[in-house]
């Protein structure tokens, strides 16, 4: 998984188990609808909605735990790594 600060992403869990491994830092379980909680059409508006709770200024959840520090290094015009 990639996390940025400059660029900070919901974090999607596929499956129910990956979802509960991994809740801490997943945004969405898009394993709902395997376990028939959701269809399609409503698991697209919580994505929507998850979207719009982020774009409107509240973290998501890797942004909670500090993540994302490390991966992004921006560099200097002129310098080479």
Known sequence: MFVSKPAPMNMPANTP???RRL???MDINFGVILDDELD???MGQRIFEEIFRHASGN???SEGLGLGGHEFVPGYMGTVR
């Open 59 to 61: 973290p998501t959840k």
């Open 17 to 19: 188990p990956m979802f």
């Open 40 to 42: 399609v059409p409503q």
């Open 23 to 25: 809740e801490e830092d």
